[in-house]
């Protein structure tokens, strides 16, 4: 695993890329003709650390909530910055497709795939109780349940404090401190959890198949019958972004799995789920499957 990036970047690859020459422009610092050698490496990275909000959130929190509602937010100086930080160039990055498809999913899933189940589940007036398994601030949940007026509350499981302390802001914010609570716990440790509909977004994308499968399979088995789960990973789309990929695993030292369909759907198969359907956002970067849990 380590230093895995050396063989994906080495030859001429980012010598020869489009992409590349935008980002050297923006970032002439930046050492490009020996940067595989650990000096220069460390050098390179404490730089673009303090040049960018953005990469910076990848190299310090690998996994963490930050970033993508950065991407959200379409801001990237959303609760933290680099010092030094430069805006042209923390908006190259913003607007890299990356980024972007965080954002395209984001968009995708609070304004198409959440209200879509959220209606079939509010049929005969019912109530829908929605759960996030790894939440971050909520802030997808939240955009998309003030939409329902009343109809919808939601569990969010979260480990880390300060995504909830900034989730509890977001939902005063929005009045929804009455339909919104934390559990700021390891989600795999509950051994039951009440939800119609249940998030799983933007966290088995860096999990081995083995580790993606018993991750679902111990919400499956907390879960109740009739209740669907909607998962998202890296697509086998990703793979094909160089500049994304020098980001996460060059700078961040941080990989993540490429799935297509057939990867998904195994998945929820070898975790007893009935798979129900599977979408791309836009960007087509991330799959989305939507599964349920039957008798
Ligand atoms: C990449 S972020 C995704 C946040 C949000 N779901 C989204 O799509 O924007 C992953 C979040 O899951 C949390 N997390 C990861 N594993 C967890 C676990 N086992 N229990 C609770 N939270 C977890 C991390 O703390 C982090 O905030």
Redesign the pocket.
Known sequence: MKEKWKKWFAGSLIKTNKEFSEFQKLLPEFNFLNYSEPEIRKKNIELIKHKSSLIREVILNK???????KA?RKDPTHLTMADMHDREFDDFVLNHNFTTS?FT??KF?VNDLLPRYINKFTQNGKKVKIA?????????VMEAIKKFNGFCSADL????PV?IEAGKRCAKENNLIEKIKFI??????IKNYKFDIG?????I?PLSDSLAKK?MHDIYKGMPVGSVLIV?SSSDRMPDDTLGRFIIEYCGDWYLQFRDSIRMEKLAKQSDFKVLEILEEPMKYHKLMVCVKQD
Request: negative net charge; glycine residues 16%.
């Open positions: 996994g963490g909530w930050l970033l993508p509602e959200y965080l999913r984001f899933i996030s398994f790894g939440s971050g601030s909520g802030f997808d499981y979260e480990i880390d995504a700021r716990n390891d989600f795999t440790k998030l799983l977004i933007g966290i994308c991750t998202s």
